[in-house]
DNA sequence: GGTAAAAAAGACAAAAACGGTCTTAAAGGG
DNA sequence: CCCTTTAAGACCGTTTTTGTCTTTTTTACC
């Protein structure tokens, strides 16, 4: 219940990887496929989006390649994986449109937006830096 | 992202509607399903899968249905929901299988097992009772 | 015993999501 | 112009989800 996909998967083990390497530099996206065991073709899909949203900045052509969009300190968990799942929904009546009729009175309800609380607040306490360095956050 | 699969909405439903009823009483799956807006042969299935975890009890023939299998107070809702959906996994190396074999110098890894902590805590707070008796349990 | 009422069990299937690949285009460097 | 690299999007096989349908078994009641 409640998994994460292999993109998801994925995308956190890309971006941390760029996180890893010195700021500035530009990394091939088929070196970061190598080093952490993901398919290149999909991890350039999944970094392709992370540039539309400012995660990432890219350069093409020769000695083209991806950095951080912003200082690793300044992107959070939280960001990367809404990035590629979506918002953080473990039910439906806490989307817009999954309205089942029967929120207001419904009393799991608030049980499903606790949760999604936590989920974010522990997403949003980690950031980039803290994984690439190893900070113990927990 | 980690979104509850409708089979686990309703099986919530289904089963809150059984720990509403008076403690003793059969209920047919068929008025389950109607009251809860649940297709009645999904829930058949679901309440199949809860009566051999003895969540409910059930007796078939003339007058037969569910009840709960024992008091509501005493069923969670993470039990609820782990029975139809299996273990909370947030990510894939929190399962036995699923190892990537990074685990142990993972610095992504103690967050989702964290986060794993976090929603079991949550759902283990929370029984049928609390749910069928609208108790503010946040 | 016969019949009707129910759950149990399992096969079946359409639709969606997942987990990618492939091709073509665009941009930049030399 | 040619090579490298990302961008964009079509495409596709597999798995999961979300059910339905049929048959069997159990039970109550007449
Ligand atoms: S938890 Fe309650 S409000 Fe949310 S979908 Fe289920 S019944 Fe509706
Ligand atoms: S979070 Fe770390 S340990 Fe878990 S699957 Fe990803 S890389 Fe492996």
Not at 60 to 78: E, N, V
Request: hydrophobic share 40%; glycine share 10%; with cysteine.
């Amino acid at each position: 219940m409640m998994e994460l996909t292999r993109k998801g998967e994925y995308a956190i083990r890309g971006i941390v990887y760029l996180a890893k390497q010195s700021p500035g530099k530009v990394i091939l996206v088929s070196e970061v496929a190598e080093a952490t065991g993901v398919p290149q073709t999909f991890l350039a899909k999944i970094f392709q989006s992370f540039a539309k949203l400012g995660l990432v900045n890219s350069f093409r052509g020769t000695g083209g390649g991806f950095l951080l969009g912003r200082p690793a300190a300044k992107i959070t968990l939280r960001q990367v994986v809404e990035a590629v799942e979506g918002p953080i929904i473990p039910n439906r009546c806490l989307s817009d449109e999954g309205n089942c009729g029967r929120t207001s009175e419904c009393t799991v309800h608030p049980v499903w937006r606790r949760i999604q609380e936590e989920i974010a607040a522990i997403l949003d306490g980690v950031t980039l830096e803290d994984l690439a360095k190893g900070k113990k956050s927990l």
